[in-house]
């Protein structure tokens, strides 16, 4: 059975979020499971038709949902979206907008109660775990607020291992469920991406799977059921 809810939260920034929860949600729906994912902050967005929009984060989720871009569909997947890809208190600061934590807390909930029984909801954080999103609040506030379990996603790149690591012991500090680890591979990482899940591994004390470019979900995180 999947879990009714999930936080995709990030060890750091520009590692594989977005194209992990997407992988998360397609290998769901190739299971004949019912999945939504949300993007509630996004940061640079390009405006709805904009050539580019099927690129950033909102456009990948949705195209994984199979859902077309509408005004509608995108304000349901990421109604906080912001031109400047900066976090999202200073991206939100340039448009003369604010953010409130409890506002953004509120809205999460209200998807998580109104979706139906047997189908999972995705939310995907922002930046890091500890990546500022309001003027006080980061993205571990965003994640203990929600109160549903996290999967972590880390990069292969140089100093992921210890990232990883001490986003894990953070998670285990503030008593934050980790159902896994997912290993995304960087680019030009030193490494190879199982190198690196492996040693993560070994300390972490939770699943670890690898997520290769242009690869699938790892089949075998309990994340899945």
Known sequence: MSLPALFVVGAGTEIGKTYTTAALVRRLREQGRRVRALKPLASGVPPLDHPDFAESDTGRLLAAQGLAVTP??????????????????????????????????????????????GETVVIEGVGGLMSPITEAATGL??????????????????????????????????????????VSESPEAPTSVETVAGQIARHAGVPVGCLTRGGAFPADLPVLG
């Open 72 to 117: 509608e569909t995108v304000a349901a997947c990421s109604p906080w979206r912001f031109a400047a890809p900066l976090a999202p208190d200073l991206a939100a600061a340039r448009e003369g907008r604010s953010l409130s934590l409890t506002e953004l807390v509120d809205w999460c909930r209200a998807r998580l109660a109104e979706a139906d029984a």
């Open 141 to 182: 506030d965003w994640l203990k607020s929600q109160k549903i379990p996290a999967l972590l996603v880390s990069g292969s790149y140089l100093g992921a291992i210890s990232h990883a690591l001490t986003a894990v012991e953070t998670l285990r500090a503030h008593d934050v469920p980790l159902t896994g680890i997912v």
